[in-house]
Structures are given as C-alpha cells and as structure tokens.
C-alpha cells in the first residue's frame, strides 16, 4: 500500500548551532524505517516521468521498488547500471529542478524523496559490501582522461569496465575535482569520493595526479608519444571572476575558488594541517550561487563572528539550492540582498577593513528573464569585514586550448564539440562537463562523461 503523506519523510540534520562550528556532515541520512516510509510514497508509475528528468536515466521507480522490498543491493545495482557515483549525486545534485521535478506526487505535495533514497542505497552498499569491482580483462587500447572530476570519473568508469586501459592526469595531488576541492566536507564527506576512486583503481584505472596537462605534458604528447588513442578532457571551470571595482588588491580579497580549495582540499580546518587560510572575524562573500553559500558556511565554520552574503538580486532570484540558503539562513548568514558591492576600502597597511555596498530596486526582466537589478542613487553603506570572498562564477582555464592545436574554444573560453556534444574539433579528443558548458552541476557533468566514454568506444572501434 502506497504511503499517501504529502510530504517527504524529513531529513535528520545536525543541530545548526552545533553544525555552524564543525565540519561534519549537515544531513545524517535516513534509517533504514524513514527509506522504506519514503519508499512506499512512489507510485511506481507506468511512464515514469522522474527517469525523464535525469541525465543519467536512473531507473529510479525500480530501484525505489527494491528498497520497499527491503533489496538495498538490487536497488543498488539497478542505480549504479547507469549512475556511477551514486552516493554523490544522493547528496549534491538539485534534484528538486531535475528527477523531483517530474515526480507526480509533487503536484498535490511533496515529490517523492529520490536523491534522499539514493543517497541511503548509495550508503547501505558502502557499510554492506566489502567486495571491490573486479578488472575486466583489457581490449589493448589506451584512453587518456585529462582532470578527475564527475565527468572524468564516469568516462574512466565507463570505458575501464569495457576493458580500456584508462590512465587519469589530474593537476591537483588528490582527484575528485570540484567534488574534494570545492565542495565542503560538511556537505560531501572526502572519504566517498575517495572511496568511488579506489573503486575506479580497483578496475585498472591508473590515477596520476601532480599533472598539468598543457604544462607537464600537451595532449600532442599523450597521444603521439605515449600511444593514447583517445583523450577525454574534463578540466572543469576552474577560472575565477572578479568584480574589477576599487580595492580588488588589498590583502583579504579572494575568490570563492582559492578560499575553498584551501579550506577543503588543503583541510585549513584541521590543526594538524598547515594551511595558509585568512584568519576572518567579519566575511563578506559577494554572489548568490551554491559557491557563495558553500564559501559563507566555510567562514562561519572556521571561526569569523559575523558573515554577510551580498547579492544583488532578491531572494527569488538567488541561484543557489533552497536546501542550501535554508542551511545557511539556520547557521546565522546574514544576507544582505538586494546589495552591490561598489568598493572594498583598506587600512594603511594594505589590508581589508569593509565593503562599499550600493542598494539595488529590480526593474525590468533581462536576457536572462531575471529582472535586472538597478542602482538606488545615493544608499551607499559600507560593511564592517576584513575578508571579502568573491563568488561570482567561473570560467574553463584556457591553458589546455592554448596548448593544443585544433582545439576550439567559443567566446566564453568553452570548448567547442558537435552534434554529439562531446567530439571536439580535434580529431580523438574528446570534452564533456563543464570545460564544454561553462559552470554547471555533478549531475551533468557525469551525463557528459557517459556520453564520451560511448563516443570514444565507437571512434576507436571505427579507426
Ligand atoms: C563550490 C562549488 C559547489 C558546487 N556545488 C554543487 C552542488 O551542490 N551540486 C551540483 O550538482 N553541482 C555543484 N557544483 C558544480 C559541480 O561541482 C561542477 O559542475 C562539476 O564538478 C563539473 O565537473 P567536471 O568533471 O566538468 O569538472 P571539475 O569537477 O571542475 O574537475 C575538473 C578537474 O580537472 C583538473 N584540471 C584542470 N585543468 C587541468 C589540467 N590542465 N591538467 C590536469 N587536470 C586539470 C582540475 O584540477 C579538476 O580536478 C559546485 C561547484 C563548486 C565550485
């Protein structure tokens, strides 16, 4: 009998005012009673329109079936036959525009919990199963795969269980890409992302970190020299913006990404580890994506009294998760909407001591159908901080295409593919995530990874 709640079994969270202080993870996960109550919501539709919503079309009624059975590994196994990562897409991917947003239970309530249940399958299999995947034997052919994040993760995944000898080059000493350097722990625990690595080493991909491709070796190398018959580039969009207003320089101005890096995959939270990291009593961190709601939590947790986001839209225009501004609003973020930064002013010795803010009205609606914020004359005011976190969105780093001949970029420093979405204009490499997107999610980025692993499979079948 189907559960008829409207509402979805919520989820157990550290207290906020305990959380606000740790790095631990916010969200503890189901039980094993609150999956099989969330379980029983779905109806198990005809024509699930959920698997429509989701890039990597997770057979999600069935594998919900299996958890109603109390199956935790079949439900597992149906996951993972399209979903690699599952345990990280159960806790970062924005399911509420994505599977949730088609669920048919979300017309008279609440959706059906689907990344929530993921996230418990996901998690019962890795405190369940001790049983590593097994190396299938090798086809003879060699793929390189330029980062480690999603997209990389998943074509390795993919073309490693069809026998390729797969060897991943990431720039950074730890792979995982945004998923270990941007994301904080509190939100994805390292140890699961490590944990999906080890599985990818476990099927013969080899995972050689320290190595800027473009600087260490170019792709000419990897494929003329080193014998790799197709490249896959997943290189990110790590290239941050700046504002270029007055005071940019002053010591205390970053960007979300440098901030975060150090935070997470440097662990400047923890003594033990010698980071570098700014010592803030007051933060402000300009933006109103999850980046900026990432980097606002970090502040908070590493000990600053005070820390204001600066958007200069309104709430409703906010881009970041619900999920994620409620968590922040619950730890004490003071959000100052509705507020541009026109100004950072500096002491005498160079360093930050407050952000000029400007207030903004919204008029009318611009390219982007959101309504254009516009500068209320004379209501400057100036912010108390001596950190000014910068997270305005970012861009693909050009030092790939600027190294490899034939590799076209557009205007935005994205790399051009064609109609396959992931065939770049050089012949055996392939790109997918958001190197070829711009800024994106984990969730797309994997649906690119599948789809080059596909597409280099068939080029090399085809030479
Ligand atoms: C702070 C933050 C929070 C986010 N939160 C969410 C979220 O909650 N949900 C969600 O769905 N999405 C979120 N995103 C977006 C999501 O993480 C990205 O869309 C996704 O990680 C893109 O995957 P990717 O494989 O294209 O690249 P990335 O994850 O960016 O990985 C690229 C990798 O390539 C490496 N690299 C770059 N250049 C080179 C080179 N020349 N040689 C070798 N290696 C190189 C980089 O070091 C990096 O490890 C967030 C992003 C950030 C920054």
Redesign the pocket.
């Given at each position: 009998m189907a559960n008829m709640t409207p509402v979805k079994t919520p989820m157990p969270n550290q207290d906020p005012e305990v959380r606000a202080h740790n790095f631990e993870e916010v969200a503890l996960g189901y039980t094993e009673e609150m999956a099989q109550q969330e379980a029983a919501r779905c109806l198990n539709c005809k024509n699930p329109r959920c698997v429509q919503g989701c890039p990597v079309n997770v057979r999600i009624p069935e594998f919900i079936q299996k958890v109603v059975e109390g199956d935790y590994e079949a439900a597992y196994q149906i996951i993972t036959s399209t979903n690699a990562l599952p345990a990280i897409s159960g806790r970062?991917?924005?399911q509420e525009s994505q599977c949730e947003s088609k669920c048919v239970r979300g017309v008279k309530g609440e959706p059906v919990g689907i990344g929530r249940l993921e996230r418990f399958v996901a998690d019962w299999h890795r405190t369940h199963s001790t049983e590593k995947p097994a190396k299938p034997e090798s086809n003879g052919h060699k793929v390189a795969v330029?980062?480690?994040?999603?997209?990389?993760l998943t074509c390795a995944s993919d073309l490693a269980k069809q026998g390729y000898q797969v060897t991943i080059?990431?720039?950074?000493h730890t792979a995982?890409?945004?998923?270990v350097?941007?994301?904080p722990e509190f939100?994805l625990p390292k140890a699961i992302v490590q944990g999906e690595v080890d599985n990818l080493k476990a099927l013969g991909v080899e995972v050689m970190t320290d190595?800027?491709?473009?600087k260490v070796l170019s792709i000419d190398e990897l494929m003329e020299d080193m014998g790799f018959e197709a490249v896959f580039i997943?290189?990110?969009?790590?290239l941050p913006r700046f504002m270029n207003i007055p005071g940019e320089g002053y010591a205390g101005v970053c960007s979300?990404?440098e901030y975060?890096t150090r935070t997470n995959l440097m662990k400047a939270y923890l003594s033990e580890y010698d980071t570098p990291q700014l010592k803030s009593k007051a933060v402000a961190v300009v933006g109103g994506g999850?980046?900026a709601m990432?980097a606002c939590r970090c502040a908070m947790r590493l000990g600053a009294d005070k820390v204001y986001i600066v958007y200069r839209r309104s709430m409703e225009e906010m881009p970041a998760?619900n999920e994620e501004i409620e968590h922040a609003q619950e730890e004490g973020i003071d959000f100052r909407l509705l507020c541009n930064p026109v100004e950072i002013l500096g002491d005498e010795k160079g360093h930050v001591c407050g952000i000029k803010c400007i207030q903004m009205a919204l008029g009318e609606p611009d390219a982007s159908g959101r309504r254009r914020p516009v500068e209320v004359p004379g209501s400057e005011f100036v912010l108390d901080v001596d950190t000014v976190v910068m997270a305005l969105g970012?861009s693909p780093?050009p030092?790939?295409r600027s190294t490899t001949p034939g590799l076209e970029a557009n205007k935005r420093g994205c790399l051009v593919v064609g109609e396959d979405e992931v065939s770049t204009t050089r012949e055996g490499v392939f790109a997918?995530?958001?190197?070829v997107t711009g800024?994106?999610?984990?969730?797309?980025?994997m649906g690119a990874?599948k789809k080059a692993a596909a597409a280099i499979d068939r080029y090399i079948k085809s030479k």
């Open positions: 970062v991917c924005p330029v980062g480690s994040g999603p997209s990389s080059f990431e720039a950074f995982g890409g945004v998923l350097y941007g994301i939100r190595m800027v491709i473009g997943g290189t990110g969009a790590g979300a990404n975060l999850n980046v990432d998760r970012t780093n030092l790939i997918g995530g958001d190197a800024a994106a999610t984990v969730i797309l980025a990874g």
